[in-house]
Nanobody
Framework: QVQLVESGGGTVQPGGSLRLSCVAHGGNFSISVLDWYRQAPGKQRELVATIVPSGITDYADFAKGRFAISRDNAKNTVYLQMNNLKPEDTAVYYC????????WGQGTQVTVSS
């Protein structure tokens, strides 16, 4: 069984930055695909960024140039650095680990407001 614990959310002004972290307990972290998703009120959950075991990354169009996903296999942790945040980035952010099954964290709230 895999448990994912996110942290790092909070309230920030437009143009600000946040760094989200997600620690995995259990599972084969280093050979897992890791994603960050987000879900805004009244909207469907959407993919933000992906990092595969080789370190190759991919981003949703809205995240390109502003967000960066990274992983530290020694710490079983995946990060999402978010810069130049906008009010439309307000959402609950979830990490996901995939290795023959999909596992989700509980989510961390990000609010961008002046």
């Amino acid at each position: 069984q895999v448990q994912l614990v996110e942290s790092g959310g909070g309230t920030v002004q437009p143009g600000g930055s946040l760094r989200l972290s997600c620690v995995a307990h259990g599972g084969n972290f280093s050979i897992s695909v890791l994603d960050w998703y987000r879900q805004a009120p009244g909207k469907q959950r959407e993919l933000v960024a992906t990092i595969v075991p080789s370190g190759i990354t991919d981003y949703a169009d809205f995240a390109k140039g502003r967000f960066a996903i990274s992983r530290d296999n020694a710490k079983n942790t995946v990060y999402l650095q978010m810069n130049n945040l906008k009010p439309e980035d307000t959402a609950v952010y979830y990490c996901n680990l995939y290795y023959f099954a999909s596992y989700w964290g509980q989510g961390t709230q990000v609010t961008v407001s002046s």
